[in-house]
């Protein structure tokens, strides 16, 4: 009995890790300059457990790539047709494919090379990962062999590249547009910094003197505080393969970390005296900078009822179209708290500041009242 629920967990785990994969096959690079189709051979094995060490991908069709390609009469793998690529997607049954061309670039030739066909020179390789289901190209990543650099080097590091670029780019489409709030006191920034090989006072420092979301104490993580965040990393799109930061002290160039930044939401019995019974938290809002071509930033707003009678939550609104609220509680308990969300809209507001106050209004046995959320922003 213990067996089979070892087996079955085994295979609920790996099935679990290739959900949260990207399913892919890898065609054969496309021989350039300097080289034929066997001489690409030896580069298409590095590169496939090179991209498989990443974890990012499950790799399918090992066996049948070449037999199918060379059914559909693909030639050329780098310049793939429209129907070639669903033909590809339909028989393959993937999301995506990487594809590329090498090239050999001949540094020395010497008359006993002319013999045995050999010379000293490098690989130049470029390879991009192409959606399926619409030929775009999702990341693409190349370089040129440095001198003295082993194949499997180069290879590597092109394919750490990729993977960057291909989790910058899928973190950019699906990521928060706002922080988000874990275990009700960890506030997670909604992006990483970047892959900092030397500490990153700095640019903390100034993300702090800017008030990013309009907060000034942002900061690393504890190893502990990484942990929640690991836990809830698709919430917060974490990078399943990156070394997130703890301690500044930890940066250096053999050792580059990955940024994401936090800070503590603390509230203090001070702050319940002086809001009252009903109170919104936090009591104002400023979204900071942000970029136009975000489009639009959001933020949830509680509204907490400390006082002993139940309140009705009437209308939320704003004097500017460019903000727009919403709110799913109507009545709110003694105890309870409510959830307001605020869309700040970017779209043609570039190089202004927004600032302008919300009306909140709620009633209880004692009549009407109306709470005010001052909100700034700049557009830039």
């Known amino acids: 009995m213990l067996k089979s629920i070892l087996i079955f967990l085994t295979l609920f785990s790996a099935t679990m890790s290739c959900m949260s994969q990207m399913r892919i096959t890898v065609l054969r690079l496309d021989a350039g300059v300097g080289l034929n189709n066997e001489q690409v051979d030896g580069l298409q094995d590095m590169l496939l457990s090179t991209i498989e060490n990443t974890g990012l991908f499950f790799i399918t069709e090992r066996s049948r790539i070449n037999?199918?390609?060379?059914?559909?009469?693909?030639?050329?793998?780098?310049?793939?047709?429209?129907?070639?690529?669903?033909?590809?997607?339909?028989r393959l049954g993937v999301e995506a494919i990487i594809v590329g061309t090498a090239n050999y670039q001949i540094r020395e030739r010497t008359p006993i090379d002319a013999q045995t066909g050999m010379a000293k020179g490098e690989y130049d390789i470029d390879i991009r990962l192409v959606n399926l289901s619409n030929g775009h190209v999702i990341a693409s990543a190349g370089d040129t062999q440095h001198t003295g650099e082993t194949t499997r080097s180069l290879i590597k590091r092109i394919v750490s590249d990729l993977s960057n670029r291909y989790q910058t780019n899928i973190q950019t489409s699906t990521a928060p547009s706002s922080p988000i709030t874990l275990q009700g006191y960890l506030m997670v920034h909604p992006k990483d910094l970047g892959i900092f090989s030397v500490s990153p006072y700095q640019t903390i420092s100034t993300i702090n003197k800017r008030a990013e979301f309009g907060f000034n104490d942002w900061r690393l993580p504890s190893s502990e505080e990484l942990s929640i965040m690991n836990a809830n990393k698709y919430s917060i799109n974490l990078k399943s393969n990156a070394t997130y930061g703890t301690?500044?002290?930890?940066?250096?160039?053999?050792s580059p970390k990955t940024v994401r930044l936090v800070r503590t939401v603390v509230f203090t019995q001070q702050e319940h005296i002086a809001e009252g019974s009903v109170r919104l938290s936090p009591k104002s809002y400023n979204f900071g900078n942000i970029p136009v071509l975000e489009g639009e930033a959001k933020v949830k707003i509680k509204i907490l009822n400390e006082s002993p009678?139940?309140?009705?939550?009437?209308?939320?609104?704003?004097?500017?179209?460019?903000?727009?609220?919403?709110?799913?509680?109507?009545?709110?308990?003694?105890?309870?708290?409510?959830?307001?969300?605020?869309?700040?809209?970017?779209?043609?507001?570039?190089?202004?500041?927004i600032k302008r106050e919300i009306n909140i209004r709620y009633s209880d046995n004692n009549g009407s009242h109306i709470l005010k959320l001052p909100v700034l922003a700049n557009i830039i």
């Not at 037999?67 to 339909?90: F, M, N, P, W």
């Not at 301690?247 to 053999?254: A, E, I, K, T």
């Open 67 to 90: 037999d199918i390609t060379k059914e559909l009469g693909i030639k050329q793998a780098s310049r793939l047709s429209t129907v070639q690529l669903r033909s590809l997607s339909r």
């Open 247 to 254: 301690d500044l002290s930890n940066f250096s160039s053999s």
């Open 309 to 353: 009678e139940t309140i009705y939550l009437e209308s939320v609104n704003c004097s500017t179209n460019s903000i727009t609220t919403s709110f799913t509680c109507h009545t709110i308990s003694p105890g309870e708290t409510g959830i307001i969300t605020i869309t700040l809209n970017t779209s043609g507001r570039q190089g202004m500041t």
